[in-house]
T-cell receptor, first 113, second 115 residues
Framework: QQPVQSPQAVILREGEDAVINCSSS?????VHWYRQKHGEAPVFLMI?????EQKGHEKISASFNEKKQQSSLYLTASQLSYSGTYFC??????????????FGQGTILTVHP | EPEVTQTPSHQVTQMGQEVILRCVPI?????FYWYRQILGQKVEFLVS????????KSEIFDDQFSVERPDGSNFTLKIRSTKLEDSAMYFC?????????????FGSGTRLTVV
């Protein structure tokens, strides 16, 4: 079953902040976040492992609440280059999954000048 | 920075024809995947491949699909008898390890159009 992302779309002005959420009904080992620009491949942003850690990547950070099986991606002081579709990918850590990710439906982020 | 290379970038084929999509993963990566994305929709898992064999496949990956790593570098996806609904962007991805601090590196994709 795929994770559920919210919101489906966000429109921002440059400099504004956004939060994208990813929620799973299954116990997770890790959550990945990717950004995809139109017509391009998804690009890896970060991975959150079981343990509830928070990670940062420039002005983009994320958290993982293991108890709730939820992850949030935080984009602060957004730039035009942040525009794209953001996907979370979840891994249940099954011994047979070999890193298979199940992706959410995506959140379209549009940043205007 | 190392890349995953996919060819061709676009492929148009007649319904019922066979297509082979090619991928060259990053050389020291051990885990390989095929995903597809129907226009405007989510990225869907097709198959994972490790140690020269399929480790998991989705319901989409039926008997018309097959994967091979024929020469230790290329990783191919074959669709034997294409259907209209196979039209999608097909992404190859590879990963050095799983459940570590490494994500996937995706190729730039092959846009398959079945007419």
């Amino acid at each position: 079953q795929q994770p559920v992302q919210s919101p489906q779309a966000v429109i921002l002005r440059e400099g504004e902040d956004a939060v994208i959420n990813c929620s799973s009904s299954k116990a997770l080992y890790s959550v990945h976040w990717y950004r995809q620009k139109h017509g391009e491949a998804p690009v890896f942003l970060m991975i959150l492992l079981k343990g509830g850690e928070q990670k940062g990547h420039e002005k983009i950070s994320a958290s993982f609440n293991e108890k709730k099986q939820q992850s949030s991606l935080y984009l602060t002081a957004s730039q035009l280059s942040y525009s794209g579709t953001y996907f979370c990918g979840t891994d249940t850590g099954s011994l047979t999954s070999y890193g298979k990710l199940t992706f959410g439906q995506g959140t379209i982020l549009t940043v205007h000048p | 920075e190392p890349e995953v290379t996919q060819t061709p970038s676009h492929q148009v084929t007649q319904m019922g024809q066979e297509v082979i999509l090619r991928c060259v993963p990053i050389s020291n990566h051990l885990y390989f995947y095929w995903y597809r994305q129907i226009l405007g929709q989510k990225v869907e898992f097709l198959v994972s491949f490790y140690n020269n064999e399929i480790s998991e496949k989705s319901e989409i990956f039926d008997d018309q699909f097959s994967v091979e790593r024929p020469d230790g570098s290329n990783f191919t996806l074959k669709i034997r008898s294409t259907k209209l609904e196979d039209s999608a962007m097909y992404f190859c991805a590879s990963s050095e390890v799983v459940n570590g601090n490494y994500g996937y590196t995706f190729g730039s994709g092959t846009r398959l159009t079945v007419v």
